[in-house]
């Protein structure tokens, strides 16, 4: 089978299957060894459907008819065209783009081909690269400790985001309601605010979720079967009635992204955020029990064996939680710092630094947004 896939797909001009299929390609890592083949079907074109099978590098074959697969992904054309455009900022969560693709058997080749699709921009690559150098220079692979910085000025935070330094910020104002926060508070002042929306039809008030929560934590998590969902918020908006107490500090609303909520119950043992970097300076307030932060300098990129394929943010191959040296040997070299955040800290995260999370406690709750600039 021919795998070039100008002999496959036409190509005189532009042709959004032609471009996908390259993106998938040209972005496959697989140092797992997955194997399995995934048909591509686009409804209005079923002659240009395709099949990638996965082995070192991804082989993109013409599809014979009826021929099987272990996975069956239908995309339509305005989705495809839309995954070949924007795949510097592309989010598979969008309801418009997932919204609109169908799904049968093995999730997990497909979810594995999504991610071939992503591209960093220039901007970003750009970024990494001189995150990776400055950290180098300064010797950040070798801190051991992350400094406290008490009430620290504007100032002070920009010297630190500058340097590229962690820091935990301590100090900080007590919001409102004194700052001693628990699920009962929570649901007696944020009761009516959407804190998950799961669905068109499934959304969960504060109220509703503490409730959830709180029957939840009488079963310990050994007792769950599988595919059950945990009650935690992964990173929900902020609702606007908590942006008062918990939003943004340091510089005006204008300058973060929206903030992020976390909350809930996880498992201690597992990460709530696998091994990634962001392209942005984040802040991590820590607002009920402890987080702990395994915190990686950008100089050890090599170590950590990030993906090629990414773009809002880069996921790495290796998990230090169950470290397979035998697939990633260099990164029994790697260093990490690690930091527990109390409640009432903040983290001041600059841009470039790989780190993974974990609630140490339940339940859990912080709040974190990215600095624009
Ligand atoms: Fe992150």
Request: include cysteine.
């Amino acid at each position: 089978m021919s795998d070039n896939l100008s002999n496959i797909f036409f190509n005189g001009g532009k042709n959004p299957i032609y471009d996908f299929a390259n993106l998938l390609k040209t972005g496959f890592q697989n140092p797992e060894g997955i194997t399995g083949s995934v048909k591509v079907h686009i409804p209005e074109h079923p002659d240009q459907s395709f099949i990638a099978r996965y082995s070192d590098e991804l082989h993109i074959e013409p599809c014979e008819a009826l021929q099987e697969t272990d996975t069956l992904v239908s995309i339509p054309m305005a989705t495809m065209e839309r995954i070949a455009t924007d795949f510097e900022f592309l989010d598979w969560r969008d309801p418009e783009i997932i919204g609109t693709i169908t799904f049968e058997g093995n999730l997990n080749l497909a979810n594995h081909l999504a991610k071939s699709c992503q591209r960093p921009t220039d901007v970003t690559t750009a970024l990494f690269q001189r995150v990776g150098k400055l950290h180098r220079e300064k010797g950040y692979s070798n801190l051991t400790e992350v400094e406290r910085l008490n009430c620290p000025t504007q100032m002070q935070v920009l010297e630190r985001i500058e340097a590229g330094c962690p820091t935990i910020i301590t100090g900080l104002e007590p919001s409102s309601s004194s700052g001693n926060w628990s699920l009962d508070k929570l649901a007696e002042r944020y009761g009516v605010a959407v804190v998950r929306v799961r669905s068109a039809t499934q959304r969960q008030t504060m109220r509703e979720f503490v409730e959830e929560l709180q029957a939840f934590e009488q079963n310990p998590y050994e007792e769950m079967v599988e595919g059950f969902v945990k009650p935690y918020t992964e990173g929900a908006s902020l609702p606007e009635a908590m942006w008062a107490d918990f939003g943004p500090l340091f510089f005006d609303r204008e300058d973060f992204t929206p903030p992020q909520l976390w909350l809930g119950s996880v498992p201690t043992n597992i990460p709530t955020s696998s091994l990634h970097r962001d392209p942005q300076t984040g802040f991590l307030l820590q607002v009920m029990g402890q987080k702990r932060l395994d915190l990686y300098s950008a100089d050890q990129e090599a170590l950590l064996y990030p993906h090629k394929a990414y773009n809002n943010y880069q996921p790495c191959w290796f998990k230090p939680e169950v470290p397979d040296y035998g697939l990633y040997p260099e990164a029994e070299k790697a260093k990490c710092i690690s930091v527990t955040l109390n409640p009432g800290e903040l983290l001041l995260q600059p841009a470039g630094w790989f780190h993974q999370v974990y609630a140490l406690d339940s339940p859990n709750m912080s709040v974190s947004y990215f600095w624009r600039y």
